[in-house]
């Protein structure tokens, strides 16, 4: 009988170089702050010594282009690399210097898919793609210099209209935990992307945020209330810019009924910042 | 309207430094093969980022372009 033996979600640009050259001081430090929280985070994760750490995030046309955008994408095969961008800039840069391959857990991610597949979720499969900072930027920090559990990464379309909705990630992250629970192994899972940002993927609105919606988001994970957070409409998370709270709705089904506990939450104005953590153990 | 070829042209100039590097040299004559319309063709041309966002190119690609990306 396998387990989910840790679960959190946090933002994915764990960067200061990147706020501090885009928003100042403030964001730098606020991302430092972040940061600091997420390493200890870490020291939890690394303590229960997953046999997988699945991750889940988005896909910011780094790894699929509009030849084909997956709703879902499980990661199988044997290993996964870290993205390659010549000359990157801003948050891509936040790979540089990053282990160049990482081990897939086989047996798990195949596991999600096929049986995914035999439960009626159409999940796509890549055996090639590579992670951008969505996924490495969160898992560099938690774990460190400590070595890097086997990973099964999914893509969840968060950016490419028509996403999946918010009720249908909740229903993968159900699977995922139906998966783990018929499974033999101790499972890690954890969620990526920023609270609101970038509202209407708009150019001209890039530098705002929705604090008002992000305090009234993180309540109700404090609450449990996976309801009303799978009731969300791709209207509002497009507009409040959420979109990547689709991420973290297949969290909410893979660890509900667990609440949430706030670790950190930061209002910067260009995004607010947070990393949740729910008690599964 | 061409969104879909919008969208590969900022691609290959995110992925494709051969193409960046002709692009920054010489951008209409790059896109000459290109299938856009007049005023994406011009938008790219200008390298006027808002319009491009406004006809459909995606966010994540227009601020991610090495030498070319900006917020």
Redesign the interface.
């Known amino acids: 009988m396998g387990r989910v033996v840790y679960a959190a979600a946090m933002s994915h640009v764990l960067y200061p170089d990147y706020y501090g050259q885009n928003v100042g001081p403030h964001g730098r430090e606020m991302v430092e702050a972040l940061i600091a929280v997420v390493r200890e985070m870490g020291a939890t994760l690394a303590a229960t010594t997953p046999d997988a750490l699945v991750v889940i995030a988005d896909d910011h046309l780094n790894v699929f282009s509009f030849d084909a955008i997956p709703a879902f994408c499980v990661r199988v095969g044997r290993s996964v690399d870290r993205m390659v961008q010549a000359d990157a800039i801003e948050f891509d840069r936040a790979l540089d210097g990053l282990p160049e391959r990482y081990l897939v857990h086989e047996d798990l991610a195949n596991a999600i898919l096929d049986q995914g597949m035999q439960a009626g979720f159409d999940f796509a499969a890549s055996w090639s793609a590579p992670l951008d900072h969505a996924f490495l930027s969160p898992v560099s920090t938690l774990y460190g210099r400590r070595p890097v559990p086997p990973l099964v990464p999914v893509w969840v379309n968060c950016f490419v209209a028509p996403q999946p909705t918010a009720q249908r990630c909740y229903a993968v992250g159900r699977h995922i935990a139906r998966v783990i629970a018929d499974g033999p192994w101790n499972v890690a899972v954890i969620a990526t992307g920023g609270l609101s940002h970038f509202p209407e993927l708009s150019l001209a609105r890039v530098g705002q945020s929705d604090p008002v919606f992000d305090r009234r988001i993180v309540k109700l994970m404090e609450a449990a209330d996976h309801d009303a957070l799978a009731a969300l409409t791709a209207k509002e998370l497009h507009e409040t810019g959420s979109h990547e709270l689709l991420n973290w709705l297949v969290l909410f089904g893979a660890v509900s009924p667990a609440r949430a506990r706030v670790r950190f939450f930061g209002e910067m104005g260009r995004i607010d910042l947070a990393a949740l953590e729910w008690s599964v153990g | 309207m061409s969104r879909?070829e919008t969208?590969?042209v900022l691609?290959r100039l995110?992925k494709d430094?051969a193409f960046r590097d002709r692009f920054r040299a010489d951008p209409r004559g790059s896109l000459a093969d290109a299938d856009l319309t007049a005023e994406e063709r011009d938008a790219f041309a200008r390298w006027d980022?808002?319009k491009l966002?406004e006809l459909g190119g995606?966010?994540?690609?227009?601020?991610?372009?090495?030498?070319l990306?900006s917020?």
């Open positions: 879909y969208n590969v691609y995110k430094q980022t808002r966002n995606m966010l994540h690609l227009l601020i991610s372009i090495p030498g990306g917020h």
